[in-house]
């Protein structure tokens, strides 16, 4: 079985991200259960904005596209910005919008039989909102979300420290991530055995 892990954090590599510190747990669990994980820093490639898997020469959204449609697991990481998913957050989601029109061999949208889950960070509330609104995509496209596929981490309201600057409430989104690492791989096992045939016409 395959994973993918989309991390949208705003820094580039090699810059510390406090969303790919929290998603590693994630990745390890998936590890540990025989899952093999690729990892994209999507800021790091440059994705031009459409909504189409191809959108001429130097895109690098078809290899990610590629990578999707070898994965039966797809962690999308975020941090917060003003209670919402990142830019490149949105800027994934956008393209990943041309996957709505695609089929396989059986006639099933291409997301079919895939599992989705979330991560997300952010020194300030709005956490469960960015959950929502990737969740609501992902959906949307096909993927099965399981439940409590998501973890994150948050210092609540008002600023402060960012993830990699406490100790604070690791605990917590360490064992929220193990357990969703864990549904994510028993969903996608049993979609393995049970897969969603294509709609009805």
């Known amino acids: 079985m395959r994973g993918l892990l989309i991390n949208c954090t705003l820094k580039r590599s090699p810059e510390s991200s406090n969303t790919e510190a929290l998603a590693s747990i994630v990745v390890e669990e998936l590890r540990k259960r025989q899952v093999e994980v690729d990892e994209i820093r999507a800021v790091d490639l440059d994705i031009p904005p459409g909504v189409k898997t191809e959108m001429g020469p130097g895109d690098p959204?078809?290899?990610?596209?590629?990578?999707?449609?070898?994965?039966?697991?797809?962690?999308?990481?975020?941090?917060?910005?003003a209670g919402r998913p990142s830019s490149v957050a949105q800027r994934v989601i956008e393209r990943m919008d041309a996957m709505l029109s695609e089929t396989d061999d059986e006639g099933r949208p291409v997301c079919f039989n895939r599992v989705a889950g979330?991560?997300?960070?952010?020194?300030?509330?709005?956490?469960?909102?960015?959950?929502?609104?990737?969740?609501?995509a992902l959906v949307d496209?096909?993927?099965?979300?399981?439940?409590?596929?998501?973890?994150?981490?948050?210092?609540?309201?008002?600023?402060?420290?960012?993830?990699?600057?406490?100790?604070?409430?690791?605990?917590?989104s360490a064992s929220t991530g193990r357990a969703m690492a864990a549904n994510l791989v028993a969903v996608a096992h049993a979609l393995?055995?049970?897969?969603?045939?294509a709609p009805p016409s």
Do not use: C, M
């Open 61 to 81: 959204w078809p290899e990610v596209h590629r990578k999707l449609l070898d994965s039966q697991i797809l962690v999308l990481a975020s941090p917060t910005w």
């Open 118 to 136: 979330i991560v997300v960070t952010g020194n300030e509330d709005g956490a469960h909102h960015v959950i929502s609104e990737l969740n609501g």
């Open 141 to 172: 496209f096909g993927y099965t979300v399981p439940g409590q596929s998501w973890t994150y981490w948050n210092k609540g309201p008002g600023p402060g420290p960012s993830y990699g600057d406490t100790e604070d409430g690791h605990e917590w």
């Open 192 to 197: 393995a055995e049970n897969p969603v045939p």
